[in-house]
C-alpha cells in the first residue's frame, strides 16, 4: 500500500530558540549578519535577542578566540 504525501495547507507558528556562536574572523559581526538574515526572512519574526558575550571556544586547543 503507498504510503502518499500529505498535503500541507496551513502552517501553524512555533516558538523556537536558537543558539548562535561563531569564533573565525569577526564573530560579532557574523553574529550580527546572522540575526540580520534571520530577521528579513519573511516566515521567521525575531522576538527576542540576548546580549553577545565571549568564552573560550570548546573543543581542541589552539583555536582562535
Known amino acids: 500500500m503507498p504510503l502518499g504525501f500529505a498535503a500541507i495547507t496551513e502552517r501553524s507558528p512555533v516558538i523556537a530558540y536558537l ?20 530577521n528579513t526572512a519573511e516566515e521567521v519574526e525575531v522576538n527576542r535577542v540576548s546580549t553577545f558575550y565571549r568564552n573560550p571556544p570548546l573543543g581542541p586547543a589552539n583555536q582562535p578566540w
Open 19 to 38: 543558539g548562535l556562536g561563531a569564533n573565525w574572523g569577526d564573530p560579532r559581526r557574523q553574529l550580527a549578519e546572522a540575526l540580520e538574515r534571520l
